[in-house]
């Protein structure tokens, strides 16, 4: 199912600027590594784990194996890796699935990343190195039914009674939260806007998958609901105040991501490529139509494009000279770029194309959840609005 792989070490057709090159031999390496995961764990089952809305809590050992739970962390039995390591590792998960990638992301980007950049070192001591080997799951809960692109109307809230914080409230669409052992929930206190490290076995948490769902259905995504959960004194990340502790997460994730969208976006390329070899229709490959030919160069084009802003971003992010805005940038062209290859490779392998079989309309609704999450696609275009302008159009 969902096979056609191109070989650990093959160039994608769409590579027609030997972008590859730009990769060091430790970076190349660690790619055919991920892909050789993809394609032998991955690629065989995705299609059964998405027709039956299943999360493979199986791979996580073996993803841990692989150095991918928070690969960009240093310190604390983490990787170590550079930036543009983590969005290679990133890039080849989501061509094999985004829900597999989210579940890398979530665990590495949102919640290890909250400890590492906020947490007391108790807490990382705590934490860290068990999440890093996958032997605790973490999830991040920001989100709620009256709080999305707006988190700052967020009504959970945290007050201090005694030694202990007490929290009450509700998050929504939170990632992993059900098979979680801990939840990062950002809750209102009375100093304003705090992070608290959650056991999920403490009593009054409650997490409840939310299904049925269209897109990342070999992902789980739930509800919490948070009623009178008693946490000790040090609970709270001492590094985080505001907004800006969360959002610092949340970068990290939305950097992930514009790695991602590509790799969704070149297995959508080239299974279509593949296809039109193979499929015969008037005597001849559908592959040798022009209208075919037009549709390919169109999307190799795209992904190339995707791929620069991808490495760029990664590279700037490796010198310290990320900023805020680029995130946009390349989270909201590389999304929109994939949807949109998505959906028209899947008219390439015709009928065929609503089958589990191939893999183009499974990317095309998990990328619907992409443009989504981690701001969507109209929040980005405020941020650069507003970096371009001066101007904040958020509000009013
Ligand atoms: C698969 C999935 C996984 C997720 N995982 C997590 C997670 O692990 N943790 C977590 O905390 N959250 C998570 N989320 C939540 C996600 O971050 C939110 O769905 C997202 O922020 C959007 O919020 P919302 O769904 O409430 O939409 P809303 O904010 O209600 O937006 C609805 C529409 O209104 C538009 N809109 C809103 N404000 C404006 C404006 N000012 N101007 C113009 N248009 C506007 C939006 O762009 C969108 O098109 C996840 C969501 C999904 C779907």
Request: charged content about 25%.
């Amino acid at each position: 199912m969902s096979t056609m792989p191109f070989p650990a070490n093959a160039r994608s057709a769409s590579d027609l600027l030997d972008l590859d090159d730009e990769f060091g031999p430790g970076e190349l390496e660690l790619r055919s590594r991920v892909r050789e995961f993809v394609d032998r764990r991955v690629r065989p089952n995705i299609g059964r784990w998405f027709d039956e809305a299943y999360f493979p809590v199986e791979l996580v050992p073996e993803l841990a194996e692989l150095g991918l739970l928070g690969l960009h962390l240093d310190g604390y039995g983490c990787a170590g890796g550079s930036a543009v390591e983590y969005g290679i590792a990133i890039q080849e998960l989501e061509a094999g699935d985004s829900g597999i990638r989210t579940f890398v992301s979530v665990q590495g980007s949102l919640a290890m990343s909250a400890i590492h950049k906020h947490g007391s070192e108790a807490q990382k001591q705590e934490w860290l190195p068990r999440m890093a080997r996958g032997e605790a799951i973490g999830c991040f809960g920001l989100t709620e039914a009256g709080a999305g692109s707006d988190p700052s109307s967020m009504v959970t809230h945290a007050r201090r009674e005694g030694g202990e914080w007490v929290l009450n409230g509700a998050k929504r669409w939170i990632g992993l939260a059900s098979i979680a052992d801990l939840a990062i929930i950002w809750a209102k206190t009375e100093e304003g806007l705090r992070g608290f490290l959650v056991p999920t076995d403490s009593p009054g948490f409650t997490a409840t998958p939310i299904e049925p769902k269209l897109s990342m259905r070999a992902s789980v995504q739930c509800d919490i609901d948070l009623v009178d959960v008693r946490l000790p004194d040090d609970a709270v990340l001492p590094g985080a105040s505001g907004l800006k502790g969360p959002f610092s997460c949340l970068n990290e994730a939305r950097y992930g991501i514009a790695w991602g969208a590509v790799g969704a976006a070149r297995d959508c390329f080239d299974q279509a490529l593949a296809y039109a070899m193979e499929r015969t229709q008037f005597g001849k490959p559908i592959a040798g139509f022009q209208l075919t030919q037009q549709k390919l160069v169109h999307w190799a084009l795209e992904i190339q494009k995707g791929q620069l802003l991808a490495l760029r971003l990664g590279r700037l992010k490796d010198a310290g000279r990320l900023k805020h805005h680029m995130i946009s940038v390349a989270k909201l062209n590389n999304t929109r770029m994939a949807i949109e290859i998505a959906r028209d490779a899947r008219t390439v392998l015709g009928g065929n194309s609503i089958t589990f079989e191939y893999s183009p309309l499974r990317h095309a609704n998990n990328l619907e959840s992409l443009r989504t999450y981690e701001g969507t696609d109209e929040v980005h275009t405020l941020l650069l609005g507003q970096h371009i302008t001066g101007i904040s159009a958020f509000r009013g």
